[in-house]
């Protein structure tokens, strides 16, 4: 079977899945990588042929190029995930890569946030415009919440109800995330700016905007955190959206807050199946109650 053959066929099945723009790029892109390697290099043209030791040779090839480990072991994973496909469409009897070792990732300690310096970066912002207010109702959610970036950006206006977001994460997965009171202030001062700001305007239905109405790109973001950093004198650590989601969940688990079954339905990480099993029989209003005393901002004063 035509090796190209086989990867148009995967592309277009992980289109189907829903898999994330994104996501598709990266898929594309490695396995585009992959199939020249094979083609030009081992002079394979047939997917049969392909052999553990041909990926074993790639790996070694980025290697020597100079990829980063962990770099390597983020794009191999595309590389398993189709051949693990391929043997469950039985185009193939084994899946090749599965014995294929990537570059063992030098683990790294994030050192994150304490809670007086997220206050200080909330505090960084006043409500005195509306880029004002919008940055600080961000930079609250995120700490208050322990949402994606990807996820806050994407948040629609009318899934954001009176103690509840509705958040669409990963792979398209919608999930509940709970709002406290010390959160909703913010919000609702952030809301009635936006209203008046956007008056007799048409805007996206995103509910985090631009100055123009149009929704936030991941560089607008991030460049609203980093300022964020910038004005609360953050230094020696890593000012990002992925940091505050670190800060939520040590906060969380670390002050005795909230179990890990419940954090990790709250983050998202539907992938643990034990976690999944235990939190099957909880409901919403039980994770509001716990996601509220966990909060945060919770004995901020505004």
């Not at 090839?61 to 469950?88: E, H, N, T, Y």
Request: charged share 25%; net charge positive; proline share 2%.
């Amino acid at each position: 079977m035509e090796l190209e053959d086989v990867l148009k066929e995967y592309l277009y099945h992980c289109e189907a899945k829903g898999f994330t723009t994104k996501t598709m790029i990266n898929k594309r892109q490695e396995l585009k990588q992959v199939k020249e390697f094979l083609i030009q290099k081992r002079a394979i043209t047939e997917l049969e042929s392909v052999t553990t030791y041909d990926l074993k040779a790639y790996v070694r090839l980025k290697q020597i190029g100079g990829l980063q480990p962990q770099s390597i072991d983020s794009m191999f994973k595309i590389i398993r995930a189709f051949f693990s496909w391929c043997v469950k469409e039985e185009y193939l009897q084994i899946n090749v890569a599965s014995k294929v070792e990537t570059p063992k990732v030098p683990r790294k300690v994030l050192k994150g946030f304490t809670i007086q310096e997220v206050h200080a970066m909330i505090d960084s912002f006043s409500y005195k415009s509306y880029l004002e207010v919008r940055n600080k109702a961000m930079i609250a959610m995120l700490a208050d919440t322990g949402i994606r970036a990807m996820e806050i950006r994407g948040i629609e206006s009318l899934n954001v109800k009176e103690a509840t977001i509705l958040v669409n994460g990963k792979g398209n997965k919608e999930r509940i995330v709970f709002i406290s009171p010390v959160l909703k202030r913010i919000l609702i001062k952030y809301e009635r700016m936006k209203k008046q700001y956007f008056k007799d305007k048409d805007v996206t239905t995103n509910y985090f905007l631009s100055y123009t109405g149009s929704g936030l790109s991941h560089v607008a973001l991030d460049s609203v955190v980093k300022e964020a950093g910038k004005r609360a004198a953050i230094t020696g650590k890593r000012v990002s959206p992925h940091t505050f989601r670190h800060f939520y969940a040590v906060t969380c688990l670390n002050e005795g807050k909230m179990d890990v079954y419940s954090l990790s339905r709250l983050l998202g990480h539907s992938d643990i199946s034990v976690t999944q099993r235990y939190l099957q029989s909880m409901n919403d209003e039980q994770l509001l109650t716990k996601a509220i005393n966990a909060s945060p901002l919770m004995g901020k004063r505004l």
